[in-house]
């Protein structure tokens, strides 16, 4: 899920004004990266360990939340298209705290 959000976000930005090549889109590239990345860092560490990334990767999904806004606000992306990733977020969301709860009853 980490990755499908990471490849949505690069196409949805590629599409961005250049003027924000620095801005926000470099931000909510960043973001997009972070989420299976923190995941694939934590997977070789302890639960306890894996727990912290996972911390780390959902951090990164809100911060990507907010960065969506944010575009829809100045007009990036369409109303449609905005919904369409939030619900994906937010499925991410809601799958990565459900992962974590089972691991932290181990």
Not at 79 to 92: L, P
């Amino acid at each position: 899920m980490g990755m499908d959000l990471a490849k949505i976000i690069f196409d949805l930005t590629d599409t961005f004004p250049i003027s924000e090549k620095y801005g926000l889109k470099s931000q909510m590239d960043r973001c997009s990266i972070s989420i299976p990345s923190n995941i694939a860092e934590g997977l070789s560490r302890t639960n306890k360990s894996f727990c912290h990334f996972l911390d780390i990767s959902l951090g990164s999904s809100f911060e990507l939340q907010t960065q969506l806004l944010l575009a829809y606000h100045r007009k990036y992306l369409s109303a449609e298209d905005s919904n369409q990733i939030e619900i994906k977020i937010e499925e991410f969301q809601k799958a990565t705290m459900s992962f974590q709860n089972k691991l932290n009853n181990y």
